[in-house]
């Protein structure tokens, strides 16, 4: 059974940092991309960032570029976003997502999600 385990949310204060983690079981980790995608109070889903099976590339949407990096550590089944300086507007849920062989955009599991607020 594939599962995969967000962790890392918070509240935060503007500017500051958060490290977010995805566990990762029930399939071979190394052999696929993954990504990260939010979800913002009244909004639908964001794609944040994605990473190829062996961390090689890395995508980011604009609205994050040069704040956040994605990274995987496929020793450890381990997936992480760190989010450096954070604005309100990234409070969302953020979830990790497995995406399929020929990944274009669509997924076929996800996390249960991480709450991340940016809030003074």
């Known amino acids: 059974e594939v599962q995969l385990v967000e962790s890392g949310g918070g509240l935060v204060q503007p500017g500051g940092s958060l490290r977010l983690s995805c566990a990762a079981s029930g399939f071979t980790f190394g052999s696929y991309g993954m990504s990260w995608v939010r979800q913002a109070p009244g909004k639908g889903p964001e794609w944040v960032s994605h990473i190829n099976n062996v961390g090689g590339a890395a995508y980011y949407a604009d609205s994050v570029k040069g704040r956040f990096t994605i990274s995987r550590d496929n020793a450890k089944n381990t997936l992480h976003l760190q989010l450096n300086s954070l604005k309100p507007e990234d409070t969302a849920v953020y979830y990790c997502?497995?995406?399929?062989?020929?990944?274009?955009?669509?997924?076929?599991?996800w996390g249960q999600g991480t709450q991340v607020t940016v809030s003074s």
């Open positions: 997502a497995k995406a399929p062989p020929g990944w274009g955009g669509a997924y076929d599991y």
